[in-house]
């Protein structure tokens, strides 16, 4: 995944660029990038961010850098912003969104003529750079934008600072958002609104599936309006996004109150002492379920912050599973001797949430209920980097499928069925998830109280990890 920032300013926009970008920090752990254009014409600095956060490799730039029009960006794959010169002119570009077809792309370039891309560690190529060579293709930066936006398959929202303004594309579907923030002199771009609201910027406009502005030190003007259909990603609410953030007017703090309130509602008559979130991301669900359920609600082990600051953990998986044992302080009198009742955003692997409980045993706990906030994860995203995971069978649920069927290839129409909570095959997958963590009981939210939890019209809404549809 990742998260991008940009300012178009009066003044300099350095001071904005730096905090409006950390914001985004919770979006990606490799690489952060800002690059500025001013008097001295472009200038840019990319770090690599996977030990230590965004701000402390920065703060040395903020200080040489200058600059009215600025992007910045957090990146979970490739370096970037990037400058690209071009029959467009030079012109910085960051991307979020995800490429399905790249090897097509690139042979359909070389094909065409004289190009070259440069590769990663690891023998990637860049895909921001594969969006520059399709822009270049065409003979404006619009036509360019919507040409790279229409080949690819998956998804695409982008950024583009030339020498006279910011041009900001949201995703032809919108499975990503992009909104433009208004204050005295400055216009801001970015993923998270959240995110320019402490330096003093307002609520401008929410691009729409598609749309395509440019905005300048004076104005915003929409070159491309908005499409009438939208695919945003609902994952953005189950565990992406940031407390504060929102999407299409939703709350994402509210959306969590609400899935824990209707997981409450479902789970009749199970006997809890406390219900706790994992820490953080699951602590507003179980709020939401202590409300509704009137089961006190209680901090039972506590994150530490002051040195894991920061969303996420190593892209290893065993590492990611060590440092998030870490990360866990057990207050052992809110355990010991207690029936807890444990809200998580997700389960994905499946393993973090197994080591959890199982630390919980060993403090103490008589038993541990399991409620994720979200339905079982069928699928691995087709349209946004989400997930690490290398293949589909890394899913916890897809291994309990294959180890059910007995078959190493499960026909779709089987793997459909499982996504059904009333089908015997989805019970049977559910009770084989609850023994191989170890959980007292395992109730998942379901998925119609989840777009529910929304409020927003459910064909506007990406279910595709959950239910498979497109």
């Known amino acids: 995944m990742g998260g991008f920032f940009a300012v178009a300013s009066k003044e300099d926009c350095v001071f904005d660029l730096f905090f409006g970008t950390d914001y985004h920090s919770h979006l990606g752990t490799r690489r952060g990038g800002m690059t500025v254009f001013g008097d001295k014409g472009f200038n840019r600095a990319i770090h690599n961010i996977e030990n ?30 990037l400058i690209v010169r071009s029959h467009h002119g030079t012109y910085a570009i960051s991307t979020i969104g995800k490429i399905n077809n790249t090897d097509q792309i690139v042979a359909s370039l070389l094909e065409k003529g004289h190009i070259h891309f440069l590769e990663m560690s690891g023998g990637d190529i860049n895909a921001t750079e594969l969006v520059a060579s399709l822009i270049n293709q065409k003979s404006n930066l619009v036509e360019g934008i919507q040409y790279a936006q229409e080949i690819i398959d998956g998804s695409m929202t982008m950024l583009i600072m030339t020498e006279i303004g910011i041009y900001a594309a949201r995703d032809r579907l919108g499975r990503t958002p992009l909104v433009i923030g208004k204050k005295e002199g400055a216009f801001c771009a970015s993923f998270e609104c959240f995110a320019y609201l402490n330096l003093g910027y307002t609520d401008y406009k929410e691009l729409g599936p598609g749309e395509i502005v440019v905005m300048n030190r004076e104005e915003v003007i929409t070159l491309v309006k908005p499409g009438t259909e ?31 309130k209707a997981l409450a509602v479902r789970d009749q008559g199970v006997e809890a002492d406390i219900v706790a ?44 599973s060590m440092i998030a044992k870490m990360k866990l302080i057990p207050v052992h009198q809110l355990i010991k001797d207690r029936k807890l009742l444990l809200i998580d955003d997700s389960i994905v692997r499946g ?54 069927e ?12 499982y996504t059904n909570p009333s089908t015997e095959r989805y019970k049977k997958m559910n009770e084989e998830i609850r023994k191989k963590l170890n959980f007292t009981s395992l109730q998942y939210l379901r998925l119609e109280d989840l777009i529910s939890s929304v409020g927003i019209k459910p064909c506007n809404l990406c279910t595709y990890c959950w239910d498979g549809k497109e």
């Open 52 to 81: 230590s956060p965004f701000r402390t490799k920065f703060e040395k730039d903020v200080h040489t850098m200058e600059g009215y029009y600025g992007v910045g960006c957090i990146s979970d794959y490739e370096p970037q912003p």
């Open 230 to 260: 939208m695919k945003i990603c609902t994952f953005l609410w189950a565990y992406y996004g940031y407390p504060s953030s929102s999407y299409e007017g939703v709350a994402v703090e509210q959306m969590r109150y609400n899935c824990g």
């Open 277 to 320: 979130g994992v820490p953080d991301s699951g602590t507003p669900h179980a709020i939401g379920y202590s409300n509704e359920s009137g089961i006190p609600f209680s901090r039972p082990f506590i994150k530490y912050t002051p040195t894991w600051p920061r969303s996420f953990t190593p892209t290893m998986q065993s590492k990611r």
């Open 351 to 404: 393993t973090q949430l197994g080591e959890t409980t199982e630390f919980l045993y060993q403090s103490g706990a008589k038993e541990v209920h399991i409620r994720p906030g979200c339905p079982p994860i069928m699928y691995g995203c087709k349209y946004l980097n989400f997930s690490r995971s290398t293949s589909e069978m890394e899913l916890i649920s897809r291994k309990m499928i294959h180890k059910i």
């Open 406 to 417: 007995g078959q190493d290839e499960v026909k779709e129409e089987v793997i459909k069925e």
